[in-house]
T-cell receptor, first 114, second 113 residues
Framework: GNSVTQMEGPVTLSEEAFLTINCTYT??????LFWYVQYPGEGLQLLLK?????DKGSNKGFEATYRKETTSFHLEKGSVQVSDSAVYFC?????????????FGTGTQLKVEL | DGGITQSPKYLFRKEGQNVTLSCEQN?????MYWYRQDPGQGLRLIYY???????QKGDIAEGYSVSREKKESFPLTVTSAQKNPTAFYLC????????????FGDGTRLSIL
């Protein structure tokens, strides 16, 4: 079946540090890949997406590259801010079957300190 | 997302009582979804609907029911059969083109009195 594995949190960084949150997936073919962000007490917001191999999704300084050879979609940001503190979810939609049902990772909490 | 409205934001249920959570959208999306989120955990799919008057069970449908009488609306009822209903409930919508991302409402937090 389809699955998404994210690094365990919480991840604690100082402001302006470099961020990497690892995400790997298992799926047949070429799924669409997503990163969502959830701020405390809110719903999920789509952060970025990629739909084919070597695509790079980017938004608000965050980037992730679809790597078919390593089945990965790691989230990166060059300089984090306190306002980036949130939970980040990696997710996929498989190429075939199941409509557009998302398979989520368990989420990684990011804490950014001054 | 501004186009998806969940209400109420907080809801309290007494033992043995059914409650209904509202989800309304103006994004003209065909597909709608309900998720449950427990503290420190990911999201689990309860029910989804890809078209009006049709819906399918997700991974944890027991103790829940839904209806899809209108494209804009996908209410979720948490029945008394759901023994552990305290959670954060999220509604989402998407287009039906393959790979279309889901967009989420702000959620309803349900607690047991």
């Amino acid at each position: 079946g389809n699955s998404v594995t994210q690094m365990e949190g919480p991840v604690t960084l100082s402001e302006e540090a470099f961020l990497t949150i690892n995400c790997t997936y298992t799926a047949t073919g070429y799924p669409s890949l997503f990163w969502y962000v959830q701020y405390p007490g809110e719903g999920l917001q789509l952060l970025l997406k990629a739909t084919k191999a070597d695509d790079k999704g980017s938004n608000k300084g965050f980037e992730a590259t679809y790597r078919k050879e390593t089945t990965s979609f790691h989230l990166e940001k060059g300089s984090v801010q306190v306002s980036d503190s949130a939970v980040y979810f990696c997710a996929l939609i498989p190429l075939t079957g199941g409509g557009n049902k998302l398979t989520f990772g368990t989420g990684t909490q990011l804490k950014v300190e001054l | 997302d501004g186009g998806i409205t969940q209400s109420p934001k907080y809801l309290f249920r007494k033992e043995g009582q059914n409650v209904t959570l509202s989800c309304e959208q103006n994004l003209n999306h065909d597909a709608m979804y309900w998720y449950r989120q427990d503290p420190g955990q990911g999201l689990r799919l309860i029910y989804y609907s890809q078209i009006v008057n049709d819906f399918q069970k997700g991974d944890i449908a027991e103790g829940y029911s839904v209806s899809r009488e209108k494209k804009e609306s996908f209410p979720l009822t948490v029945t008394s059969a759901q023994k552990n209903p305290t959670a954060f409930y999220l509604c989402a919508t998407s287009g039906t083109g393959k790979g279309q991302p889901q967009h989420f409402g702000d959620g309803t937090r349900l607690s047991i009195l």
